[in-house]
């Protein structure tokens, strides 16, 4: 007998490195199903530009409260210092969106991404709805102490003026439990929601708790852990990043990259949908100073920035294109030299599987472990948000340019992560879990 497995899909589905990953995972899910499952998908949305992507793939979108414009994660959570979710009446609204279309749709199991919504809500039904979490790092409170954090976190202004390499002893020196104790951890908004909602014990006290699952993938590539022992219930995937879009690319974009003088180095320059706005401007700024022989394609999604603002830094240099369009990220890094990005794992991804050394920044730590990673590979440079600046970005881009090593890392780590099949390694994770799971007495609609 056929057994339907209804699953609940709950991420950020206004990020772009979210909807990327959510929607290969379900695709692959789709896939890899085995002989007598069938999987019924939909998902959880508030609003977003990416749910016609989600339609055509042929899932079903199930409205959240509240609507929100969608157009990006910074826009529409309006993030404070410390907080993912930028007031406490607003995190309170989007948890209990989240608890009613739980007990609306009745998955038999929620996938969800680094959406503590998802994680927190999914305990507050009755029964208690299994979950899998998807995420681009293994966070636990003992990885996070003792491995992830390879360099003093950007919230500690102070320290990040000093050299890299006393950073990372220090940050190597520093008290297993001090990482741990960052308040971007704590999420005080959240916690406060989660009682408002009904939270009543004490097992909820920051965002390790907030995205605890039964199962937990990890997207990211092995080599970066070697020697590392995953926590139980935490299994390495693999890269997980946007296949290759179709379609042809912009003349203009050719035109820039086309490289017609020796020494030419391109650039492609993308804070994704959930840069900052002052970090672009540096950026553009850095770029606008480089000599002419430097080409660059500038990305300025509406998300981040108003279009008319970069072309103002940039106003007479035909060296540089500017555009709030679609563009087919694969292709465009594989064309660029480097890439000047922020550490979103998606962005961090797509770059070097291209081969394409980069200049980063980090929004918040997961980026600045996705960058790390990076760094060390010796694929890349990390810039400390407080020291993200002109001066330092064209440093940045210059040492990169004139040194081969970073290129030669990047086309290294990239052929590591082109023979893993993240989205294949992830649905069968994902199956193997399910079907042990079903065995076990998970109830499934026949």
């Known amino acids: 007998m056929e057994r339907h497995i209804k699953i609940a899909v709950s991420t950020a589905l206004q990020d772009a490195g979210e909807a990327t990953r959510s929607l290969e995972i379900a695709k692959g899910i789709r896939e890899r199903a085995p002989k007598g499952y069938t999987p019924e998908i939909c998902f959880f949305s508030h609003g977003s530009k990416f749910e016609k992507n989600v339609t055509e793939s042929g899932f079903e979108i199930e409205g959240v409260s509240p609507v929100l414009d969608g157009v990006g994660f910074i826009n ?17 609204e989007m948890l209990k969106g989240e608890i009613e279309t739980l007990e609306k749709v009745r998955p038999d199991i929620i996938l969800h991404g680094f959406w503590p919504f998802a994680g927190i809500a999914r305990r507050m039904v009755s029964p208690v709805i299994p979950s899998i979490c998807f995420l681009p790092i293994p966070l636990t409170p003992s990885l996070y102490n003792s491995y992830l954090m390879k360099d003093v976190p950007d919230q500690l202004v102070p320290l990040t003026y000093l050299p890299e390499k006393l950073r ?4 190597k020196a520093a008290p297993p439990s001090l990482s741990s104790k960052a308040p971007i951890l704590k999420q005080t908004n959240l916690l406060n929601a989660a009682k408002l909602c009904g939270w009543e014990d004490n097992t909820l006290n920051n965002l390790f708790d907030m995205l605890r699952s039964d199962f937990t993938v990890i997207n990211d590539l092995p080599e970066f852990y070697d020697g590392v022992p995953m926590p139980l219930g935490f299994i390495l995937t693999g890269p997980l ?8 690319v912009d003349p203009e974009i050719l035109k820039v990259f086309e490289k017609t003088e020796d020494g030419q180095v391109n650039i492609f320059c993308s804070m994704g949908s959930s840069g900052r706005k002052e970090m672009l401007i540096e950026a553009v700024k850095a770029i606008a100073d480089l000599p002419d ?3 660059a394609l500038i990305l300025a999604p509406k998300a981040v920035c108003d279009i008319k603002t970069i072309e103002s830094l940039v106003s007479g240099k035909d060296n540089i294109n500017i555009t709030d369009r679609f563009v087919p990220a694969k292709t465009v890094n594989a064309m660029a030299d480097i890439a000047v990005i922020h550490g979103g794992q998606g962005t961090v991804q797509t770059a070097l599987v291209s081969g394409t050394p980069v200049v980063g920044v980090a929004m918040q730590p997961e980026q600045q472990i996705n960058l790390d990673h990076i760094v060390l590979s010796g694929a890349g440079i990390r810039i400390p948000a407080p020291r993200w600046n002109k001066k330092n970005i064209t440093k940045s881009v210059k040492k990169i340019a004139y040194d081969d090593s970073y290129k030669k890392s990047a086309k290294r780590i990239g052929g590591l992560m082109e023979a893993v099949d993240g989205k294949i390694q992830t649905a069968d994770a994902v199956w193997n879990f ?10 499934a609609r026949k």
């Open 241 to 248: 990043y946007a296949p290759p879009e179709q379609g042809d």
């Open 168 to 171: 990372r002893r220090l940050i």
């Open 293 to 295: 022989r430097f080409h």
């Open 434 to 443: 399910l079907v042990s799971r079903i065995q076990r007495g998970l109830h």
């Open 76 to 92: 529409d959570l309006k993030p404070s210092k410390g907080n993912f979710v930028g007031s406490e009446s607003l995190a309170v």
